[in-house]
């Protein structure tokens, strides 16, 4: 599934450096970590730089964060049904399973010719579950599931040298859902 996904990736790259003025195109992958919510995240991005508009030097890229909470975030040997009886106390909502979702990343060129600044915007959806506590069982319930649509934003830089005629690019971004995220990957 994963090397479907990154043959989406490059045709979609592939895709917008033809239809535009770009010097070149990119492709990465990467991770990072939300110390807020205690959560990993890969992210995959495709896009193209060097887009000259006017007196710009501009990047366009498009993104796909995973976040994958699986069910630890329920307290254990929580039940997938509501609670059996009227005496249950709502303890909190959790997120479940994977948090997926797509960005936008708009930079323009700052400082040098290999460096720019990035905006990112999107938006994620992900399982929301209420849990509710039943002292009459002494167990925990999954009173209901919704699905929750969250929105995405933050900035980064983007650096793409040419390092022993290897042409690898590095990113580093900074975004509410996944946190400090690194990118690496390779342009053309």
């Known amino acids: 599934m994963l090397i479907r996904f990154v043959a989406v990736l490059a045709g ?5 450096c033809i239809h535009s003025n770009a010097n070149a195109g990119y492709l990465a992958a ?15 991005e495709t896009g193209e730089y060097g887009v000259e508009l006017g007196d710009f ?7 796909f964060p995973i976040i994958p909470y699986g069910d ?3 307290p254990d040997d929580t039940i997938e049904s509501e609670c059996p009886n009227d005496n249950c106390i709502d ?20 400082l040098t010719d290999s460096l720019y600044l990035n905006l990112i915007g999107g938006a994620t959806v992900v399982t929301e579950s209420e849990i509710v506590y039943s002292a009459a069982t002494d167990r925990y319930y999954e009173e209901s599931s919704d ?15 040419e390092i ?25």
């Open 30 to 44: 990467g991770g990072g970590y939300n110390t807020e919510n205690e959560q990993a995240s890969a992210s995959f």
């Open 147 to 161: 699905t929750v649509t969250n929105t995405l934003y933050g900035a980064g830089f983007g650096f793409f040298p």
């Open 72 to 74: 630890k975030n329920l």
């Open 164 to 188: 022993m005629d290897w042409q690898l690019m590095f990113m580093l971004d900074y975004d509410n859902r996944r946190g400090i995220t690194g990118l690496v990957g390779f342009y053309w």
């Open 57 to 63: 030097d501009l990047l366009f890229g498009i993104g």
């Open 91 to 110: 303890k909190d909502s959790e997120y479940k399973g994977t948090e997926m979702g797509g960005y936008v990343k708009i930079g323009i060129r700052f």
């Open 12 to 16: 979609l790259s592939l895709l917008i």
